[in-house]
C-alpha cells in the first residue's frame, strides 16, 4: 500500500484526478487529491493574495495534518511549480517524485520565464479578462483533451491567479532525496519537451505517453500504472 498525492496543475482542480484516484484507490492504495486554493471546489476562495506561496502551503499543511509519509507526491503542469518545493520543505515525507507534463522550476526562476513569451500572453488575458490579476482557463481544444472530455473540462477550469505564475521559485537544494521521474504528454505541443530533456541529462527514469496534456483524463490506466511503478 502506498500513499499518494496528486497535485493539480493550473485552472484545475481535485475533480481532474477522480478516474487515476479511484484506480489506486482499488488497488488498496491511499490517495489525496487536494484542490489547490482558489481554483475547482474552492474558487470562491481566489483573491489577490493568493499565490504560488499559499498552494506550496495547501499541500505541506495537508502532509502534516493527515500525517502522511513515504509518498508518491505528483505534479502535473503548474503543479509541478508546487511538489518541487513541497520535496524541498519535507524531504524526509517524499518516497518519489514524479513531473506529469510539469515545469521543473529552477531557484529564481518562475513559471512564465519557461515560455516563449515570458508570460505576455497571460498577463494581456488577466488585463482583459481577469481584473489584471487572474488568468481565465486556457480552452481544453488547446491543451488537445479528448474530444470526449473537452466540453466537460471548459466548464470545469476555474480562473487561475496571475501572481502564481509569476513567482520565483526559492528551495534549499537541487537535490530532493526522492526518486524522482518524468513523464510527457507527447500528443500535443507544449512547452515541457524542454523538462524531459533535462530530466534525461540528470539520470531520471522517464515515460512518454501519446496523448493531450491532461494525462489524467486521456489515459488514466496507462497513468495509474506507471505511477505505480514509481
Known amino acids: 500500500m502506498t500513499h499518494y498525492v496528486l497535485v493539480h496543475g493550473a485552472w484545475h482542480g481535485s475533480w481532474c484526478w477522480k478516474r487515476v484516484r479511484e484506480l489506486l484507490t482499488a488497488k488498496g492504495h491511499h490517495v489525496f487529491t ?6 475547482g471546489d474552492r474558487a470562491h476562495l481566489l483573491s489577490r493574495d493568493v499565490s504560488l506561496d499559499t498552494h506550496i502551503a495547501d499541500v505541506v499543511n495537508l502532509l502534516l495534518w493527515e500525517d502522511i509519509r513515504d509518498i508518491v507526491l505528483v505534479g502535473h503542469s503548474y503543479g509541478g511549480m508546487v511538489v518541487r518545493h513541497v520535496a524541498d520543505q519535507l524531504p524526509d515525507r517524499v518516497r518519489s517524485l514524479v513531473y506529469l507534463d510539469a515545469f521543473i522550476p529552477e531557484n529564481g526562476k518562475s513559471l512564465t520565464d519557461y515560455l516563449p513569451d515570458c ?16 488568468v481565465p482557463p486556457i480552452p481544453a481544444s488547446i491543451l488537445a ?5 473537452a466540453a466537460w473540462v471548459d466548464r470545469q477550469c476555474t480562473m487561475h491567479p496571475l501572481a502564481s505564475f509569476e513567482a520565483a521559485a526559492h528551495f534549499s537544494s537541487r537535490d530532493t532525496g526522492a526518486t524522482v ?12 519537451a524542454q523538462f524531459y530533456q533535462l530530466s534525461g541529462q540528470r539520470g531520471w527514469w522517464r515515460e512518454e505517453l501519446a496523448c493531450g496534456h491532461d494525462v489524467m483524463l486521456d489515459m488514466p490506466n496507462e497513468l495509474a500504472t506507471l505511477l505505480q511503478r514509481a
Open 119 to 134: 508570460g505576455k500572453h497571460f498577463r494581456e488575458l488577466a488585463r482583459i479578462e481577469g481584473d489584471g490579476w487572474k
Open 34 to 39: 487536494p484542490t489547490l486554493t482558489g481554483l
Open 181 to 192: 521521474g518524468y513523464i510527457l504528454a507527447r500528443g500535443w505541443d507544449g512547452p515541457f
Open 145 to 149: 483533451v479528448n474530444a470526449m472530455d
